[in-house]
């Protein structure tokens, strides 16, 4: 069975940090390129950053410079190290291993920036 489940989100002021983690369970982990998606109230989901099995990354051009996606496959875990962050950047974070068996989704993080 599959598992995905994100932590680390939280309320932080802007110009603030945080840094989001992901688990996923079930997959080989190590093979799957994984990524990030972010939902915010009223929008659609929309890709934030991905990271290949061999290490390549890929960002939104809103999020370029300021965030960092990463991966440790020894812990099956994915981070998303969020700096500068913006109101603009509120949102539900998912996360999402994309495997040769298929996409998977958690349940995601609420990410609020607010003064």
């Known amino acids: 069975q599959v598992q995905v489940v994100e932590s680390g989100g939280g309320l932080v002021q802007p110009g603030g940090s945080l840094r989001l983690s992901c688990v996923a369970s079930?997959?080989?982990?190590?093979?799957?390129?994984m990524a990030w998606y972010r939902q915010a109230p009223g929008k659609q989901r929309e890709l934030v950053a991905t990271?290949?099995?061999?290490?390549?990354?890929n960002y939104a051009d809103s999020v370029k410079g300021r965030f960092t996606i990463s991966r440790d496959n020894a812990k099956n875990t994915m981070y998303l190290q969020m700096n500068s962050l913006k109101p603009e950047d509120t949102a539900v974070y998912y996360c999402n291993p994309k495997t040769t068996g298929g996409d998977y989704w958690g349940q995601g993080t609420q990410v609020t920036v607010s003064s």
């Open positions: 079930g997959i080989i982990f190590r093979f799957a390129t």
């Open positions: 990271i290949t099995r061999g290490g390549s990354t």
